[in-house]
């Protein structure tokens, strides 16, 4: 069976806040201006993720609020600070965990843990070419790494997946 995986960065966040830790800090203007975007592009994908992984950082949860609408209503969503520090390792690890009845998943984080989940994961030759040397060299904040593989979650291994697409709600600079 052909799984899916959304590797999403959270959207562009504060800096402004000197009073709020990172943990804390809120998005930006530009931030929430990307959302609808970012929203439209995941109701449009074909497929639907049925677990989201988000780390407990605010400005991840009002990324994923703001893709709520474009979510199943009956996706299993996990808040959980986990996320937040985790590295390619971790996020793996969890993604094996996966039962088999979910198709579609989707983990929405930080960088440079998302880009370097895409890099573990992705078959450098097998998928969208120009894609991947984008995130070899940039993931900006609002990506949305797509990822697919053939098989069981339990069975994921580095360069098992091919990157399908990368949407960036903006050009890199």
Request: aromatic share 6%.
């Amino acid at each position: 069976m052909r799984r899916h995986l959304f590797l999403v960065r959270h959207a562009k966040s504060a800096w402004n806040q000197p009073a709020a830790g990172d943990h804390e800090r809120t998005l930006a203007d530009r931030g929430r201006k990307a959302l609808p975007l970012m929203n439209e592009y995941l109701a449009a994908s074909s497929c639907q993720p049925g677990y989201v992984w988000c780390s407990s950082a605010q400005r991840t949860i009002e990324t994923l609020a703001g893709l709520r609408s474009a979510l199943p209503e009956q996706a299993d969503i996990d808040i959980d600070r986990t996320v937040y520090n985790a590295n390619e390792s971790t996020v793996l690890a969890r993604l094996r965990e996966l039962t088999d009845d979910v198709a579609c998943a989707m983990v929405v984080g930080h960088n440079p843990t998302m880009q370097h989940v895409a890099l573990l994961l992705a078959d450098p030759l097998n998928g969208d070419i120009d894609a991947y040397g984008q995130v070899q060299a940039k993931v900006p904040t609002g990506a949305i790494m797509t990822i697919s593989f053939d098989g069981s979650w339990s069975d994921l291994n580095p360069g098992a997946g091919r990157l399908d697409d990368l949407f960036m709600p903006r050009p890199p600079n």
